[in-house]
């Protein structure tokens, strides 16, 4: 499943899908790098990239940071650049690039890379049903972990439950007063 050159896509989001899952089944994260637009406001040119992609710069504080965070940026050349057809309106593959700088991570710890980390609606649903039930979002985790036969098998990480839980407050949060209005 690796992409070629003229390969075909409906879509940008299957362009991006199909790029991440080589992401995942080879060892690298990605992201959404540069695009393109044309005169009608759709997007013609669309780049993903290596998620090492880019050149770390150190940030100016005023203080020094105790944290020390590893080298995230290595300039890495690897990407997919995708260009839309004008005949038929889809999207194909016009440069690929595999080879990587840095090395790639092993099959054990890629569910903890960015890219491949999501909290689907089916999980959301079941943790919000946990909540309901007062238990904790700390053991909703444990549960999640049962429920899967590991955390490698989960598909995201407990910062992504509680992101996924403030999101969901954060909805409710702006609809309390029209669902308030409608009881009355």
Request: hydrophobic fraction near 35%.
């Amino acid at each position: 499943m690796v992409p070629f050159f003229n390969q075909e896509f409906d879509s940008i989001e299957d362009a991006l899908s199909f790029y991440n899952q080589y992401a995942k089944e080879v060892g690298f994260s990605t992201q959404s790098h540069t695009s393109k637009k044309g005169f009608d406001g759709v997007i013609t040119r669309k780049e993903f990239v290596c998620n090492k992609q880019g050149l770390w710069r150190k940030p100016e504080q005023a203080e020094p940071s105790k944290r020390r965070w590893g080298i995230t940026r290595e300039q890495c050349g690897a990407r997919m650049v995708v260009l839309k057809k004008r005949l038929n309106d889809k999207y194909v593959v016009s440069q690929f690039v595999e080879a990587h700088n840095h090395p790639l991570t092993t099959p054990r710890r890629i569910h903890l890379l960015r890219s491949h980390r999501k909290v689907t609606t089916v999980a959301r649903n079941l943790a919000d049903q946990l909540a309901a039930a007062n238990v904790p979002t700390c053991q909703q985790m444990s549960v999640f972990e049962l429920e899967s036969g590991g955390l490698e098998n989960v598909g995201f990480l407990r910062r992504d439950l509680y992101n996924a839980r403030r999101d969901s407050r954060k909805t409710l949060a702006r609809q309390d007063a029209d669902m308030l209005y409608e009881y009355f």
